[in-house]
């Protein structure tokens, strides 16, 4: 497998070249063969357990693999630190797929970096476990996500609270361009790294903007990085994702989801529902995630507002609008989200009513989010489901009957537009925290991997599904997640 490594073009401003440091037994936990095949990854190598556990463990590099940690800044809930960077994590490179797109490869546990803040460089097992089965599972529900190639322990022992087992994980990402990137440069007044990153960016992933010159150049940047952040919100809002820490330097300029730290699936409806250990005001919880998503996009337009327009206040102005139209195109992109999930093929503004309607009864009720509109879904061929769905949702289910009515739509065409939009099962905490407890336990993946089956194929019921489509019994009321730094 030979790798390049666009960053280094940047300047070395922008990274720290450094090599993973070695593990002492590594050893092969969880395998991704069918991201692996989509990457051209010699089959013969696929083969070699050891020597995979070596290079995906930083034991044994690639040839011309130039690793590097990354620079950027970020915004930690809502305070910035001009200085993070990849303080556990070293990018061994990119390298393309078989459909011409380039991907990077990036080690996370693999050691400690200039940026390590004193941290020991390393991951804990469950963490590690945690980031491969969360970003598959988000990857087969249809979410842009980074995806995690492999798992590999270490042999060696972390400190997190108590002493706990290690691993390296490697992910395949888009990129790993951040908003925090930006703001890194920017706050040391460094114009000209802005815009050479500024045409990176748009190198990888907007070419289409490359015609665009001039101040626009930079508008037209910003807009599509909002959009982007538009789409992936209105997916994590549709399958009930909290992504428990939406810092800057967590906020991907592909319009990926990545650092799956402290996050957590709903089960219960509840906007307000959270669980990460170190959000202690609720700034992330999950109906403020849009709201974050705008937050966090106002600091990208901080960062390019001197390129956007040499006057500051036209260029605040500029910025300002197009915010402005964010909130505005969001709105319209989650009522249209939500209007998918209960079959409307087209949403108009009166359906607003009828799905908060929905929303606030879900609340209410305290039903499960998820089981919820899988049944609204199969209502539609079930007789017996229909008679359990309209006890559930009481005098809203009948309007929604007559609202389908009215749209005049086939009803196979409604049922499976609901079918591609609410999965029948996603990766519920409760059995999350099973499959982490049992690969520190036994040091075997099998319930890994048998969990990771099932989550594959979401939007469909296989011979295993049940096991895992359960709410948890205390609906997660003293549910926690961690940072795992």
């Given amino acids: 497998m030979i790798l390049t490594n666009s960053y280094l073009s940047l300047g070395d401003e922008f990274y720290q070249q450094i090599e993973p440091t070695p593990v002492a037994a590594p050893n092969l936990l969880l395998w991704n063969h069918e991201?692996?095949?989509?990457?051209?990854?010699?089959?013969?190598?696929?083969?070699?357990?050891?020597?995979?556990?070596?290079?995906?463990?930083?034991?044994?590099?690639?040839?011309?693999?130039?690793?590097?940690?990354?620079?950027?800044?970020?915004?930690?809930?809502?305070?910035?630190?001009?200085?993070?960077?990849?303080?556990?994590?070293?990018?061994?490179?990119?390298?393309?797929?078989?459909?011409?797109?380039?991907?990077?490869?990036?080690?996370?546990?693999?050691?400690?970096?200039?940026?390590?803040?004193?941290?020991?460089?390393?991951?804990?097992?469950?963490?590690?476990?945690?980031?491969?089965?969360?970003?598959?599972?988000?990857?087969?529900?249809?979410?842009?996500?980074?995806?995690?190639?492999?798992?590999?322990?270490?042999?060696?022992?972390?400190?997190?609270?108590?002493?706990?087992?290690?691993?390296?994980?490697?992910?395949?990402?888009?990129?790993?361009?951040?908003?925090?990137?930006?703001?890194?440069?920017?706050?040391?007044?460094?114009?000209?790294?802005?815009?050479?990153?500024?045409?990176?960016?748009?190198?990888?992933?907007?070419?289409?903007?490359?015609?665009?010159?001039?101040?626009?150049?930079?508008?037209?940047?910003?807009?599509?990085?909002?959009?982007?952040?538009?789409?992936?919100?209105?997916?994590?809002?549709?399958?009930?994702?909290?992504h428990g820490v939406m810092n800057t330097d967590n906020t991907s300029i592909s319009g990926e989801t990545i650092d799956y730290g402290p996050c957590a699936m709903m089960s219960s409806y509840n906007p307000d529902a959270m669980f990460s250990s170190i959000d202690h005001s609720g700034r992330y919880r999950f109906i403020q995630q849009p709201q974050i998503c705008q937050w966090n996009m106002a600091r990208l337009a901080e960062s390019l507002l001197p390129l956007i327009h040499e006057?500051?206040?036209?260029?605040?102005?500029?910025?300002?609008?197009?915010?402005?139209?964010?909130?505005?195109?969001?709105?319209?992109?989650?009522?249209?989200?939500?209007g998918k999930k209960i079959g409307l093929t087209e949403t108009k503004p009166a359906d607003e009513t009828l799905i908060n309607d929905l929303l606030k009864h879900l609340r209410l009720n305290k039903l499960d989010y998820t089981q919820t509109f899988h049944r609204l879904t199969e209502s539609l061929h079930s007789s017996e489901i229909d008679t359990q769905i309209s006890t559930d949702l009481g005098d809203w289910y009948p309007r929604w009957k007559i609202r389908l009515d009215e749209q005049g739509e086939n009803k196979e065409t409604v049922y499976q537009q609901m079918r591609s939009q609410n999965p029948v099962v996603i990766p519920r905490n409760h059995h999350m925290e099973a499959v982490i407890r049992s690969c520190i336990e036994t040091g075997s993946a099998d319930d890994a991997e048998a969990f990771l089956a099932v989550l594959k194929s979401p939007y469909r019921e296989t011979a295993t599904t049940a096991q895992y489509q359960d709410a948890p019994a205390d609906n997660d009321r003293d549910y926690q997640t961690f940072c795992g730094t």
Wanted: glycine share 8%.
């Fill in 35 to 242: 991201l692996a095949d989509q990457l051209a990854i010699d089959p013969a190598l696929q083969q070699d357990r050891v020597a995979l556990s070596q290079y995906f463990s930083g034991n044994r590099l690639f040839p011309d693999s130039t690793p590097v940690a990354l620079a950027y800044a970020g915004h930690q809930f809502g305070q910035f630190n001009p200085r993070l960077g990849d303080g556990r994590a070293h990018l061994l490179g990119e390298l393309t797929d078989r459909t011409n797109h380039r991907f990077d490869i990036q080690l996370k546990g693999s050691g400690p970096t200039r940026f390590s803040r004193s941290g020991d460089g390393r991951c804990a097992m469950g963490p590690a476990v945690r980031e491969f089965i969360m970003s598959e599972a988000m990857h087969a529900l249809g979410i842009p996500t980074a995806r995690s190639l492999a798992v590999v322990t270490t042999g060696e022992m972390v400190f997190r609270e108590e002493m706990r087992p290690g691993a390296v994980v490697t992910r395949i990402a888009a990129s790993h361009l951040r908003v925090g990137t930006f703001e890194y440069f920017a706050s040391q007044g460094n114009l000209d790294a802005v815009e050479r990153l500024c045409g990176y960016a748009v190198e990888r992933h907007y070419p289409e903007l490359k015609q665009e010159t001039g101040e626009g150049f930079y508008t037209a940047f910003l807009q599509a990085v909002c959009r982007k952040q538009i789409e992936l919100i209105c997916h994590w809002l549709r399958v009930g994702f909290i």
């Fill in 311 to 338: 006057d500051s206040k036209t260029a605040v102005s500029i910025a300002e609008e197009l915010l402005k139209e964010m909130a505005n195109e969001f709105h319209q992109q989650y009522f249209a989200m939500l």
